[in-house]
């Protein structure tokens, strides 16, 4: 298949989109295990779905028929023509992982199309909560009037697996996180399965990639204005104290950011959405040795434009693992 380069140089995988002859953009990413015995495996990604779309029992909720009103983008579930060349390209990899904003605004008729074009077409789908999933008003002017709590009950019950933290071991070599960040923090119950897992990658010789809706903040001052590989929605972003980190003074978040950027000998990599335009990061990080000296490195973090760009050809990440 011919490729054509978007931007960037292919020799610097970090920083360069292809794009295939059917029209879809790609970026790659690259990864060693300490398995290398075992066969490659590769994950497909993708973010920011925003199905905009209701059914006969959304006409009952006030809120939603509010918000088709005044939200336009991607009406009438047009996004899904991005998401049905994306899923059916995903049959080509050994797992597809989505980071979160499959949904425009929560709505029954876009969880509809979500079960029909995403969890029908590709049983086993990872996806992680992104902040639209749990928003009901959006561009109305108005607040949610139904609780955050009942919002994250009904995805409860829609998801096809946990809505604040999973994970997945492929290929015997690399174990595939996803958790929920989405409200641009961390939970408390995250904490202890995210120690867990870590432990278990440790020990068993897997490495880690992680998959979230926001990104995380570098710890670096530098990167308070990071320039996007590419541009889609916004050109810079602020990496620094404008991602989630323990700047934001929030327990759970703080401990789970240190465990993060703490074990990053296990933690190999972070994949995240919700900015729309594509960028890549390094976080600073480090991990202990065998004789408990620490020493200092960095994680990639490779952050999706929005699935939805430039007609719905479709943006995706290929990740290969070796």
């Known amino acids: 298949m011919k490729i054509k380069t978007v931007c960037g140089n292919p020799e610097i995988p970090q920083t360069w989109v292809g ?12 990864f060693k295990s300490s ?22 029992q959304d006409i009952e909720n006030d809120e939603i028929m509010l918000t088709l009103q005044h939200r336009v983008w991607n009406g009438g579930g047009i996004s899904v023509r991005a998401l049905k060349r994306a899923m059916e390209y995903g049959r080509n990899f050994d797992q597809i992982v989505v980071c979160g904003d499959v949904l425009d605004f929560l709505s029954y008729g876009a969880m509809e199309l979500m079960d029909k074009y995403l969890w029908d077409a590709g049983p086993g789908t990872m996806v992680t909560l992104g902040n639209h999933e749990w928003t009901r008003q959006i561009q109305t002017g108005l607040e949610d009037r139904t609780p955050l709590q009942e919002r994250y009950a009904i995805l409860e019950k829609y ?15 690399v174990m595939l996180i996803q958790m929920d960040n989405s409200r641009h923090c961390y939970w408390k119950l995250q904490s202890e399965k995210l120690s867990e897992d870590i432990k278990k990658a440790r020990r068993n010789g897997y490495i ?18 990071v320039e996007a590989v590419i541009e889609c929605d916004g050109d810079h972003y602020d990496f620094y104290t404008g991602a989630v980190g323990p700047h934001q003074k929030h327990k759970a978040t703080t401990k789970i950011y240190e465990m993060i950027t703490g074990n990053a000998d296990v933690v190999k ?8 335009s594509g960028y890549y990061t390094e976080i600073k990080g480090s ?36």
């Open 287 to 322: 991990y202990k040795d065998k004789d408990g000296i620490r020493h200092r490195t960095s994680i990639p973090q490779y952050v999706m434009e929005g699935l939805v760009y430039n007609n719905y050809a479709g943006h995706v990440m290929e990740i290969t693992v070796e």
């Open 35 to 56: 398995r290398p015995e075992t066969a490659p495996v590769r994950i497909l990604s993708f973010a920011d779905v925003h199905i905009n779309y209701s059914n006969e």
């Open 19 to 30: 794009q295939k002859e059917n029209g879809m953009y790609f970026r790659k990413a690259f």
């Open 208 to 225: 880690i990639l992680l998959f979230q809706h926001d990104a995380l903040s570098t710890g670096k001052k530098e990167d308070s204005y």
């Open 269 to 276: 990599g972070v994949f995240c959405g919700h900015l729309h």
């Open 159 to 173: 998801w096809r697996h946990d809505i604040y933290y999973s994970s997945e071991i492929i290929g015997e070599k």
